[in-house]
T-cell receptor, first 116, second 113 residues
Framework: AQTVTQSQPEMSVQEAETVTLSCTYDTSESDYYLFWYKQPPSRQMILVIR??????QNATENRFSVNFQKAAKSFSLKISDSQLGDAAMYFC?????????????FGQGTTLQVKP | NAGVTQTPKFQVLKTGQSMTLQCAQDMNHNSMYWYRQDPGMGLRLIYYSASEGTTDKGEVPNGYNVSRLNKREFSLRLESAAPSQTSVYFC????????????FGPGTRLTVL
């Protein structure tokens, strides 16, 4: 069975600085999708970035980028120029490409604090 | 478009009571999901519906039932609530093709006393 692990329950960063959140996963599949979701205090789950495993190029969305290491089964999220609005819980999630259900497997989450 | 909506936003039940959590989406998505979120455990899949008329168990289905009423609506029922079902419940939907992104509702915070 696939698993997703986020080993950092809490992280903090100074405003305008860069922070990296870690995520590792375990799977026997060769094709899959990986996601980072943001959950602010409002509880709304917001997609931050997604990565297809067959793509070698790391995904980027404005200040958010990933470091996808397929062999190491690692998928970290880098937030550059951190802003107060980035404070939230961040979840890493996995979905197998062959899964016709589309269900996501989530990590435990990392709470990010942004200090002014 | 409202996206994915859930009702109620908050609910307090006594042990043994029943209730139904409602979810609706207006994006014409085929697939819908129910997750629960507990501290330190991330989100776990309870049930899902790959298309109208079908439902399947996820990782933690015990104590729950679901109904895919039509393409828009997917409800989650607790027949006899237990304190272990205290959690935040999220509904999500996804189109069959194109983007693989799941879109989440705002969640329901349920407390069972």
């Amino acid at each position: 069975a696939q698993t997703v692990t986020q080993s950092q329950p809490e992280m903090s960063v100074q405003e305008a600085e860069t922070v990296t959140l870690s995520c590792t996963y375990d799977t026997s599949e060769s094709d899959y999708y990986l996601f980072w979701y943001k959950q602010p205090p409002s509880r709304q789950m917001i997609l931050v970035i997604r990565q297809e495993a067959y793509k070698q190029q790391n995904a980027t969305e404005n200040r958010f980028s990933v470091n996808f290491q397929k062999a190491a089964k690692s998928f970290s999220l880098k937030i550059s120029d951190s802003q107060l609005g980035d404070a939230a819980m961040y979840f890493c999630a996995y979905r197998g490409y062959s899964s016709n259900t589309g269900k996501l497997i989530f990590g435990q989450g990392t709470t990010l604090q942004v200090k002014p | 478009n409202a996206g994915v909506t859930q009702t109620p936003k908050f609910q307090v039940l006594k042990t043994g009571q029943s209730m139904t959590l409602q979810c609706a989406q207006d994006m014409n998505h085929n697939s819908m999901y129910w997750y629960r979120q507990d501290p330190g455990m991330g989100l776990r899949l309870i049930y899902y519906s790959a298309s109208e008329g079908t439902t399947d168990k996820g990782e933690v289905p015990n104590g729950y039932n679901v109904s895919r009423l039509n393409k828009r609506e997917f409800s989650l029922r607790l027949e006899s609530a237990a304190p272990s079902q205290t959690s935040v419940y999220f509904c999500a939907s996804k189109p069959t093709s194109g983007t693989d992104t799941q879109y989440f509702g705002p969640g329901t915070r349920l407390t069972v006393l």
